[in-house]
Every structure is written in structure tokens, then in C-alpha cells.
């Protein structure tokens, strides 16, 4: 019965392993608050190359703003400028992409912490 256990966990660490998000995002969270509201997110994708295409985002409160979305020369990384206005509220913030044509592409929720 202890072993059945012990292989029922040693599998179910490799499943969550290989259900995380391939998207990763620096920072992974800002402050409300803080002096330096404009702020450049990294997004990088290990397996998809997320900036080769022309792409749009968007942002499901009004707390944060997107200045601009930014291709980089490796594909697999995009830079968003945003900026996190004075009366944004603490939470969990999603952001979506799409293409120029539509279509949602992925979506990513973003922390502002108090």
C-alpha cells in the first residue's frame, strides 16, 4: 500500500510539472503605489515563438495601461510598456493577447500588490 502511494505521488510531481503555463513574465508583480508607474514586462515563451507576429493586448480592468507591445530579435520573448495609473487597485490583473485579425492567442493574469 506504501509503495502504491509513493508511485501514485512520484507521477502526480511529474503531471503538475508539465501542466505550468509556458508563459513566463519579469517582473512577475509590481506595487500600487510605487513612484515608477511605467514599467516594462518581459514575456518569455519556452516552446512558442510569441513575437514573431503582430500582435495586440489588452487588459480586462482600467488599473493598467499598455503603452506599447514590442517585438525583440529572439522571438520567443515580447515586451509590453504599461502603466500602472495612480488609482489602480490592488489585484489580479489579465491581460489577453490576440492577433491583428483576432482571435485570442493567450491570456496571462499580472499581480499589483499593495
Sequence with gaps: M????LLLGFLLSFSTGFAQSPLLIYPTHWWTGMQHRQISLLLR????????????ASVDKGGIQINRIR????????????????????????????????????????????
Design 45 to 56: 515563451s519556452k516552446d512558442r515563438n510569441i513575437g514573431s507576429a503582430e500582435m495586440k
Design 2 to 5: 506504501r509503495k502504491q502511494f
Design 71 to 114: 517585438s525583440l530579435e529572439n522571438p520567443h520573448y515580447v515586451q509590453i510598456d504599461i502603466t500602472i495609473r495612480k488609482d489602480a487597485s490592488p489585484g489580479i490583473y489579465t491581460f489577453q493577447f490576440s492577433g491583428k485579425q483576432g482571435g485570442v492567442q493567450e491570456k496571462f493574469p499580472y499581480l499589483l500588490k499593495d
